[in-house]
């Protein structure tokens, strides 16, 4: 058979199974910690071995000494993230290139944007919320929403748009806002005698938005109009309540029938909470577990909760896995600084491995493999910079993305990525097409995969490459190159 009519045969059996296997896209990594319920957790398999620097780019160095210091965020082809300085810019998540940059207000920025329906949604320090195209980087709208500033993540869902009012004015009334995407209010809930939301971003939870108080309140308010439709407050209200709460400097996130979060008084006193969550009301059902000083979002999967314990330049930190049933500890596992960020996972066939970063000075991004009663180091990698990281991480097409006070953002990939045959350090349709090639014997073997001539298109790990590996490239890269 000529090697034409070879290769069309091996692409029509390909397309067969592509039909009844189902080919899902990869995916993206819309605001912070993923989506509006904070899950934290993706089934992209991300780096998990010899971690390699694929691109760096840097942003800025500002006179406070900071670069980045919110999370980035991914949708389609690109990766965006929000300088301290209030740039927002889009690079290439392929080779960090820069596509597009655009201003907000001047001043230390710390809310992390979301993506929705390609638009950017920014609300920055003074007060103003934006959003821009996310394609050319154009602004669409700003408006002037509050003379405070805006310090926690924003929250997009159904072409609605949620943020907090952070700390500036000190104690008072402070309001949860609701805007749609063009820009129009639709609606602001006051809470009374707050300091505001740091940190504090929401959950949309069915018909409801759920977000944490800085005193260690939790409130829910309809989606439509803002009304509150329960408020507890996590000292006094429940069996499992704790006076030492301190305050929340953390976003909530769902699982399941229960929002979690945690608080922080001291460097020994902090607490993991879980909260029963029924018709948009909080029930006595659930625990709270004392870990030590903690702002990090929990993760929740598989009967586990995973969370960073630890603050700025702590002495010492963990990443820490609770059991989800009673809350009493699975493991630790030790860094020499706190854990301030959120731990993003990514969940696959060969476990789960959790990616966070630690709150000092010339940090590290860190990537544990769960053992089951212990965690194990898979890698850590330390910047070149010598920037403190105060964010985590994010999470998209098997590559890890996040940013540095240095001013720099960093994506980094597997050295060896099975299904990259053609060196780029992704796995896309190009390499579905050259996977048919070595099927069809257009392409060499050798002439694939890494510089040793290793069979990075062997996949299911059976010596050589066949259609079946290339139906699982396919998968990988989310496309069919035709």
């Not at 300091?195 to 939870?205: K, N, P, T, Y």
């Not at 109009?225 to 407050?233: A, F, I, W």
């Not at 429940?238 to 769902?254: C, K, N, Q, T």
């Not at 066949?466 to 989310?478: F, P, Q, Y």
Request: glycine residues 12%.
């Amino acid at each position: 058979m000529c090697p034409k009519i070879r290769f069309v045969g091996v692409l029509v059996a390909l397309l067969v199974l592509m039909c009844l296997a189902g080919v899902s896209a990869a995916e993206d990594w819309h605001q912070f910690q993923k989506d509006s319920l904070n899950a934290g957790i993706i089934s992209d398999a991300a780096p998990r071995s010899d971690p390699e620097l694929v691109w760096s780019a840097f942003t800025h160095a500002s006179r406070w000494g900071g670069g980045i210091d919110v999370p980035p965020i991914v949708a389609g082809d690109l990766v965006y993230v929000y300088d301290i300085n209030g740039t927002l810019r889009a690079l290439n998540r392929i080779n960090g290139t820069l596509i597009w940059s655009n201003e907000t207000s001047v001043g230390f920025q710390g809310s992390t944007p979301a993506y929705g329906d390609g638009m950017i949604f920014v609300a920055s320090n003074i007060g103003d919320l934006y959003a821009f195209n996310a394609t050319t980087g154009g602004q669409r709208w700003k408006k002037h929403v509050t003379d405070r500033d805006f310090k926690c993540p924003v929250t997009y869902h159904n072409h609605k748009v949620y943020v907090g009012e952070g700390l500036s004015g000190g104690v008072r009334t402070k309001y949860y806002y609701c805007y749609d995407d063009s820009g129009a209010e639709l609606w602001k809930h006051a809470t009374n005698d707050t300091a505001g939301f740091l940190w504090c971003g929401a959950s949309v939870v069915d018909d409801y938005l759920v977000y944490p108080v800085h005193e260690g309140r939790l409130i829910s308010v309809y989606l439509d109009n803002g009304t509150l439709r329960d408020e507890v407050d996590l000292k006094s209200g429940f069996s499992f309540s704790r006076p030492d709460l301190g305050r929340i400097r953390a976003s909530v996130s769902y699982h399941e029938g229960y929002v979690y979060t945690t608080s922080e008084k001291s460097q020994m006193i902090g607490y993991v909470w879980k909260v029963g969550f029924k018709d948009g009301r909080f029930v006595d059902d659930g625990w709270s577990s004392c870990i030590g000083f903690s702002t990090s979002t929990p993760v929740i999967h598989d009967g586990r909760v995973y969370v960073g314990q630890g603050g700025h330049e702590h002495p010492s930190g963990n990443l820490t896995c609770l059991n989800d049933s009673n809350g009493e500890l699975i493991w630790n596992y030790a860094v020499p600084k706190g854990v301030k960020s959120s731990p993003a996972l990514s969940i696959g066939d060969d476990g789960i491995y959790i990616y966070f970063t630690t709150a000092m000075s010339d940090g590290s991004l860190y990537c544990l493999q769960d053992c089951g009663t212990s965690a194990a180091l898979a890698w850590e990698y330390n910047p070149p910079d010598n920037g403190y990281i105060l964010q985590g991480a994010a999470i998209s097409d098997g590559r890890v993305y996040f940013g540095t006070d240095g001013g720099y953002m960093y994506c980094i990939g597997d050295a060896h990525m099975g299904g990259d045959l053609n060196g780029d350090r992704v796995v896309t349709a190009v390499d579905t097409v050259i996977a048919l090639g070595i099927v069809a014997g257009t392409v060499p073997a050798l002439e694939a995969g890494d510089l040793n001539g290793d069979l990075n298109g062997d996949l299911n790990g059976d010596g050589r490459v066949t259609s079946l590996d290339a139906l699982m490239i396919m998968r990988v890269a989310g496309s069919v190159n035709s």
